[in-house]
């Protein structure tokens, strides 16, 4: 064992987390001594001030920010349940044309998850130079990989409005046993507004990407609220960004196959520490939100959102219903 320890105030208890060191440290397990409180919790990993999942090692981040880029990879960047799924589902079918069974033999061949997990960005790096890398991410600015800021691959990024991005976020949060406060909704609403929230909160993640590099040519910038308005304007959005024209007959087929019945039918689950334990699709709809806020909620989230978006480009195309 190392000695380097994290210490965390998690209500009335502590926990104290462990990283046991080896030869790869890349395939090092964290073990967790509780205190005080007979649930175990996976807790959370903060480096250099940002808060990620346990599943980040703590030399990820340098390594992403090191990690060369190629000119055809595509990187689906979006905070946490911003429709991350949906939208690398949209850009593999632009990329194999509507095929199927193309689409599946890819996914099965590499069932990657998020690039900043374990030791997945090796795994990335290791695939093959034939076709591009389609990799889902969720990192701050300055964790992204340097080659991008010169102009290397593409980006497509989406923002989905804060009020049901949260509703979303706490609903896969509460059953993944990180902290005690993310499983209920009052304390996980207290959570999100504060810079430590897992992955930081919703205004500190997407507004330095927009706000700087919305008008970079290897950025698309889409809204969740704009894919549901016009899903097959969106779908033809990528595709342009991508270089990728396809007939009218397979741009009906790539929005087919990436519609929430479609999608749903499929039953994707993310797969948690080697095993499927989430269906990622819950709903799907905007202003979902108002089934979970409270009029105090909505009233002081309103207040911290007007503070923060004035004066901002973004603010100008988040909907909170449509």
Same mark, same amino acid.
């Given at each position: 064992?190392?000695?380097?320890?994290?210490?965390? +105030?998690?209500?009335?208890?502590?926990?104290?987390?462990?990283?046991?060191?080896?030869?790869?440290?890349?395939?090092?397990? @964290?073990?967790? $001594?509780?205190?005080?409180?007979?649930?175990?919790?996976?807790?959370?990993?903060?480096?250099?001030?940002?808060?990620?999942?346990?599943?980040?090692?703590?030399?990820?981040?340098?390594?992403?920010?090191?990690? +060369?880029?190629?000119?055809?990879?595509?990187?689906?960047?979006?905070?946490?349940?911003?429709?991350?799924?949906?939208?690398? +589902?949209?850009?593999?079918? &632009?990329?194999?044309?509507?095929?199927?069974?193309? &689409?599946?033999?890819?996914?099965?061949?590499?069932?990657?998850?998020?690039?900043?997990?374990?030791?997945?960005? +090796?795994?990335?790096? %290791?695939? %093959?130079?034939?076709?591009?890398?389609?990799?889902?991410?969720?990192?701050?600015?300055?964790?992204?990989?340097?080659?991008?800021?010169?102009?290397?691959?593409?980006?497509?990024?989406?923002?989905?409005?804060?009020?049901?991005?949260?509703?979303?976020?706490?609903?896969?949060?509460?059953?993944?046993?990180?902290?005690?406060?993310?499983?209920?909704?009052?304390?996980?609403?207290?959570?999100?507004?504060? @810079?430590?929230?897992?992955?930081?909160?919703?205004?500190?993640?997407?507004?330095?990407?927009?706000?700087?590099?919305?008008?970079?040519?290897?950025?698309?910038?889409?809204?969740?609220?704009?894919?549901?308005?016009?899903?097959?304007?969106?779908?033809?959005? &990528?595709?342009?960004?991508?270089?990728?024209?396809?007939?009218?007959?397979?741009?009906?087929?790539?929005?087919?196959? $990436?519609?929430?019945?479609?999608?749903?039918? %499929?039953?994707?689950?993310?797969?948690?520490?080697?095993?499927? $334990?989430?269906?990622?699709?819950?709903?799907?709809?905007?202003?979902?939100?108002?089934?979970?806020? $409270?009029?105090?909620?909505?009233?002081?989230?309103?207040?911290?959102?007007?503070?923060?978006?004035?004066?901002?480009?973004?603010?100008?195309?988040?909907?909170?219903?449509?």
């Amino acid at each position: 064992m190392c000695g380097h320890q994290s210490h965390h +105030k998690l209500y009335a208890y502590e926990y104290i987390r462990h990283i046991n060191h080896c030869s790869k440290t890349d395939c090092c397990q @964290p073990n967790y $001594t509780m205190t005080e409180n007979p649930k175990t919790l996976l807790g959370l990993n903060v480096i250099n001030g940002f808060t990620w999942p346990p599943l980040v090692h703590d030399t990820n981040p340098e390594k992403l920010a090191n990690f +060369k880029v190629r000119e055809d990879d595509v990187f689906v960047l979006t905070y946490p349940k911003s429709g991350t799924h949906w939208t690398q +589902k949209l850009v593999k079918n &632009i990329l194999f044309e509507g095929n199927n069974d193309k &689409i599946r033999k890819d996914s099965e061949s590499n069932p990657l998850g998020p690039i900043e997990f374990g030791d997945n960005y +090796k795994k990335y790096d %290791s695939l %093959s130079t034939e076709k591009p890398r389609v990799m889902m991410i969720h990192v701050p600015v300055d964790v992204l990989p340097r080659q991008v800021f010169e102009g290397k691959g593409k980006v497509v990024f989406v923002i989905r409005n804060p009020k049901d991005n949260l509703v979303s976020y706490w609903n896969f949060l509460k059953d993944r046993q990180y902290l005690e406060e993310y499983e209920e909704w009052d304390s996980c609403f207290e959570a999100s507004l504060r @810079p430590d929230m897992l992955y930081g909160n919703w205004f500190d993640f997407n507004l330095p990407y927009y706000e700087n590099h919305r008008n970079k040519k290897n950025f698309l910038f889409l809204t969740y609220e704009e894919m549901k308005l016009d899903h097959k304007g969106c779908v033809l959005r &990528i595709c342009d960004f991508l270089s990728r024209p396809l007939s009218e007959e397979q741009v009906d087929k790539v929005v087919e196959n $990436t519609s929430f019945s479609s999608m749903k039918a %499929s039953k994707p689950v993310l797969f948690f520490q080697g095993k499927p $334990t989430y269906n990622l699709l819950r709903k799907g709809v905007v202003g979902d939100w108002k089934t979970r806020f $409270t009029v105090a909620q909505k009233e002081r989230f309103d207040a911290i959102y007007n503070q923060r978006m004035e004066g901002t480009a973004l603010a100008k195309r988040i909907k909170f219903e449509i």
